[in-house]
């Protein structure tokens, strides 16, 4: 038996760039805020309440597309045999939660929004029903993941899961022509490919885009680390609770007592030296 | 494939003959809930008869989950689910014959279902063929659905729990098509606007069909 040692930190030039992405991400979601709250003018119609368009619509391309289909992407590369590595399920349970959050803030926003504009909290408009659905979906996604398995074994629900759930967004994104829908169309991408919207208020927009996918990529990557120690944890947590044991009857005077030589080396630094010991170690 | 299906098909149902744990458990449930509807609506029957296309589907969809949980039960027992893969049976074929298995069950119980809206509701049936085509397109998806996520869970501790988590939010859209289309055969809505509901819930059907054909295999190879 062995311990394997935790995968390396973000090192040099990768850890630089994770944490440019993030700097990145953070001042253009301020400065999106600073140019949406006082430099933009308000609207004619909607007055200061079209402010909430530089936040829900790149917060929902990012919940509704860019996150839900990197993890329907993710998922069907790890299906796939020839593609099967177990970085397309870390990334692909990485995408899904974060793209949960962002899901969520986006139902929040939109739900803020409607208050404003529809004069209610909550109205049974096809697309907000569907962002709900997909909301559930994606928790049902999670729940799946939380089920104690191999990782293989997870790997797999997980990917059929997402696979399927991914059928919904589809619906999600027709469901403004299907049903009768108090929402508004497209701003940037409508039929005659002009935007409605000028100047400050475009650019404005278009840097909330940038900016939420930033910051969906830092966390994505933040997340993606998070999984890698997780994994790592896992496939170690019993061979350290067991030389834990070990260590605690050898006799104190003398070193640690290994039963048979060389076949469990020391844990790494800082790892294995807590007192607590979890009760795989009793099994 | 499909003698594999016939194969599979045949064998849950004569489990089902033989045991009738759908026949005397699920569909009474279903029936009973028609008559907690009514008590949370009634006693009146304008409200129900309105509502009665909707609450068909919602019976159907709360039943549907029992049946799936039975039919992926079935293969529940001690290495029955190595039993089946290794008996060298296509999973494809295995996939859509438990779907129709629980297709047939299903069926059974919407008619049960049917009539006590009928008779308990005082609907009156307008459109028969938009009463059939809809409830068999509708049924033939949620059983599909059901099937995959019914396997998906099997052998999880979790599973009663997680199968509804999973199953609902996806049959949603027959949930609403169904009752799009059962109002135009009952005639609450006072429209044909019929076509594209059914439509979805054919496209439904054939999605979640031609999934499961692709993905059962997989699915079943994990422990």
Redesign the interface.
């Known amino acids: 038996m062995s311990i394997a040692p935790p995968p390396p930190p973000w090192s040099g030039r990768r850890r630089r760039t994770v944490d440019v992405i993030g700097a990145a991400a953070v001042l253009g979601v301020a400065v999106t805020v600073w140019l949406g709250l006082w430099v933009t003018p308000p609207d004619q119609h909607l007055h200061d309440e079209v402010r909430l368009v530089y936040v829900h619509p790149p917060i929902a391309w990012v919940a509704l597309y860019l996150a839900f289909g990197l993890a329907a992407l993710s998922s069907v590369l790890w299906?796939w045999p020839r593609t099967r590595s177990g970085a397309w399920d870390r990334l692909a349970v990485a995408s899904m939660e974060v793209g949960t959050v962002f899901t969520a803030l986006t139902l929040v926003t939109g739900s803020i929004w409607g208050r404003a504009t529809w004069g209610v909290w909550w109205a049974w408009d096809a697309r907000l029903t569907s962002t709900a659905?997909l909301l559930?979906?994606q928790?049902?996604y999670l729940?799946?993941r939380r089920?104690p398995?191999?990782h293989?074994?997870r790997a797999?629900?997980s990917a059929?899961?997402a696979?399927?759930?991914a059928?919904?967004v589809p619906?999600v994104h027709f469901s403004v022509d299907?049903w009768t829908t108090l929402h508004q169309g497209g701003t940037i991408t409508n039929p005659n490919l002009s935007p409605t919207i000028h100047g400050a208020m475009a650019w404005t927009l278009l840097l909330g885009f940038v900016a939420f996918t930033l910051l969906f990529v830092w966390l994505l990557l933040v997340r993606y680390r998070v999984v890698v120690l997780a994994e790592w944890r896992e496939d170690t947590e019993l061979a350290l609770a067991l030389h834990e044991r070990w260590a605690e009857g050898a006799p104190r005077a003398e070193p640690v007592a290994v039963p048979r030589e060389g076949t469990v080396p020391a844990p790494p630094a800082g790892v294995g030296a807590t007192e607590s010991v979890g009760p795989a170690a009793r099994g | 494939m499909w003698r594999d299906g016939v194969l599979v098909a045949g064998k849950d149902l004569r489990i089902e003959v033989r045991s009738r744990v759908v026949l005397h458990q699920v569909v009474p449930v279903g029936v009973l809930m028609l008559v907690l509807f009514a008590f949370a609506l009634g006693p009146a029957t304008a409200p129900m008869v309105a509502a009665a296309p909707g609450l068909f589907w919602v019976a159907v969809l709360f039943t549907g989950v029992l049946a799936v949980q039975r039919s992926a039960a079935l293969e529940g027992g001690d290495g029955t689910r190595d039993g089946v893969r290794l008996s060298g049976l296509d999973p494809a074929g295995v996939f859509l014959g438990k779907t129709a298995a629980v297709t047939v069950q299903l069926v059974v119980l919407e008619v049960v279902l049917c009539a006590g809206v009928v008779l308990f509701y005082g609907a009156h049936v307008r459109s028969l063929g938009t009463l059939v085509a809809s409830s068999a397109a509708g049924t033939v998806g949620l059983a599909a659905?059901g099937t995959?996520?019914g396997a998906?869970a099997a052998g999880?501790r979790?599973r009663e729990t997680?199968l509804p988590?999973?199953f609902l939010?996806?049959a949603?859209?027959v949930l609403v098509a169904g009752t799009k289309a059962w109002q135009s055969a009952l005639g609450t809505s006072g429209v044909g606007a019929d076509d594209?509901w059914l439509r979805?819930l054919l496209v439904f059907a054939v999605?979640?069909l031609a999934?499961g054909v692709v993905?059962f295999g997989?699915?079943q190879?994990?422990?």
């Open positions: 299906l659905l559930v979906l928790l049902g729940a799946v089920v398995a191999d293989e074994a797999r629900r059929v899961v696979l399927v759930a059928v919904d619906i299907w | 659905a995959l996520y998906l999880l979790v997680l988590l999973l939010p996806v949603a859209p594209p979805l999605v979640y999934l993905i997989p699915l190879e994990a422990p």
